[in-house]
């Protein structure tokens, strides 16, 4: 006799638990793409980064502020080392009367007040030429960044109006506008302090004649350094 059959159904489909429609090989393309382009995006970022160069107009307006900086630097500077010199002839003096109490108080601030110059002009200089690499971090780190968009957008209008808020724009740090108003009228306090001491020190070793021709010849640059601090920082 032949042994029988036996026919095995197969398991009917479990209700309590339906099979997804939403097969996971989509889901995993999907990431894969999503992750493709994210690595396509930082590669043009990164080369963005290293081919980009400051735009003309940013570039000129670095160069320009680098060198007013160089120029506060270097005029300070020179300043306090006259004024050190005149400190040492003044001090030796036993002059205890009130004209020469004030020329020792404005020589030893001015020297003060152009050191103190000197070094705002190098930090000047030094947050100017930190400027460009910057901007090559904003197009790296913030793709929403005025660097980033530049190529495909350009400098808007109302920025072009602002100088101070074009570099910060491209990385300058914003109390820079602070420090460089600043500059002017600490430069233009030095060279005051300045004056004012050689006025005094003419006065008091100087006759009467000598001393009121100098004071009218050293009026002039005075106010013509007021006029053109004024002027560059209208």
Partial sequence: ??????????????????VSDVHPRSDVASSIDMTLEDIADDRERLRHSQEFHLPPIVRSRVEADIQQAYAFAITTALFAA???????????????????????????????????????????????????????????FDPSSLPARI??????????????????????????????????????SGNIFTFVSVLMWIWLVGDTVTSSVTTIVILFPICGIIYGIALTKG
């Fill in 82 to 140: 006259f004024l050190i010199s005149l400190a040492q002839i003044v001090e030796p003096l036993d002059a205890k009367t009130p004209a020469w109490r004030a020329l020792r108080f404005f020589t030893y601030s001015s020297i003060v007040i152009n050191l103190s110059g000197t070094t705002l002009a190098l930090v000047l200089i030094k947050m100017c030429s930190e400027v460009q690499f910057k901007a090559h971090s904003m197009i790296l």
């Fill in 151 to 188: 190529a495909k957008e350009g400098i808007p209008r109302e920025i072009l109006q602002n100088r101070y808020e074009l570099l910060e724009k491209f990385g300058m740090p914003q109390g820079y506008k602070r420090l460089d108003t600043g500059a002017g009228f600490w430069v233009l």
């Fill in 1 to 18: 006799m032949s042994r029988p059959r036996i026919f095995l159904r197969p398991p009917l489909p479990d209700t309590d638990h339906p």
